[in-house]
T-cell receptor, first 113, second 112 residues
Framework: DAGVIQSPRHEVTEMGQEVTLRCKPI?????LFWYRQTMMRGLELLIY????????DSGMPEDRFSAKMPNASFSTLKIQPSEPRDSAVYFC???????????FGQGTRLTVV | KQEVTQIPAALSVPEGENLVLNCSFT??????LQWFRQDPGKGLTSLLL?????REQTSGRLNASLDKSSGRSTLYIAASQPGDSATYLC???????????FGGGTRLMVKP
């Protein structure tokens, strides 16, 4: 398996634009997580899915953020409209079950100017 | 409130030295604890995972221990090498659900 795949690796966009980040989890993993990493706050969980169903989105900072998982092999994190303070590295991770290793993608570095 | 704390934030050692990275957490009701490595501009790589019922895990030159009662975990790196230079993060999985809470990381530099 190629691991967790995220795209794009880098995204630069203007304030107010819509941004969509994509993730393909490892096949067979039932859990998918979206994290955000900043220098100030470190790694924060935004939302996670179990069998494509959102379980906990309490980490989503604002209504501007939304995440979907239409099937077991694809998830998106959308920011609309984007703001400069959304600039961060966004990681997607997946795991087989609740208590097994979480595998992370390479991340998407988002810069909103 | 900082649930997971890693000290020191940065560490520089000469090659060959054995070293210990520390991780402490405030809530001892954890499901497991995981150590990750992150290289600059890269994603996280899982190193070791310790279940709450375990005391330690070993992989090569790495050994991670877990003491739930004191809320501490350590990552021991033997015979450090320049290639070990990276940021090391610990993360606890809470008992109630599937939430990984990360520490701030320790940035390690091993000098040749």
């Amino acid at each position: 398996d190629a691991g967790v795949i995220q795209s794009p690796r880098h995204e630069v966009t203007e304030m107010g634009q819509e941004v969509t980040l994509r993730c393909k989890p490892i096949s067979g993993h039932d859990y998918l997580f979206w994290y955000r990493q900043t220098m100030m706050r470190g790694l924060e969980l935004l939302i996670y899915f179990n069998n494509n169903v959102p379980i906990d989105d309490s980490g989503m900072p604002e209504d501007r953020f939304s995440a979907k998982m239409p099937n077991a092999s694809f998830s998106t994190l959308k920011i609309q409209p984007s703001e400069p303070r959304d600039s961060a590295v966004y990681f997607c991770a997946s795991s087989r079950t609740v208590n097994t290793e979480a595998f992370f993608g390479q991340g998407t570095r988002l810069t909103v100017v | 409130k900082q649930e997971v704390t890693q000290i020191p934030a940065a560490l520089s050692v000469p090659e060959g030295e054995n070293l210990v990275l520390n991780c402490s957490f405030t809530d001892s009701a954890i499901y497991n604890l995981q150590w990750f490595r992150q290289d600059p501009g890269k994603g996280l790589t899982s190193l070791l995972l310790i279940q709450s019922s375990q005391r330690e895990q070993t992989s090569g030159r790495l050994n991670a221990s877990l003491d739930k009662s004191s809320g501490r975990s350590t990552l021991y790196i033997a015979a450090s090498q320049p290639g070990d230079s990276a940021t090391y993060l610990c993360a606890k999985l809470n008992n109630a659900g599937n939430m990984l809470t990360f520490g701030g990381g320790t940035r390690l530099m091993v000098k040749p």
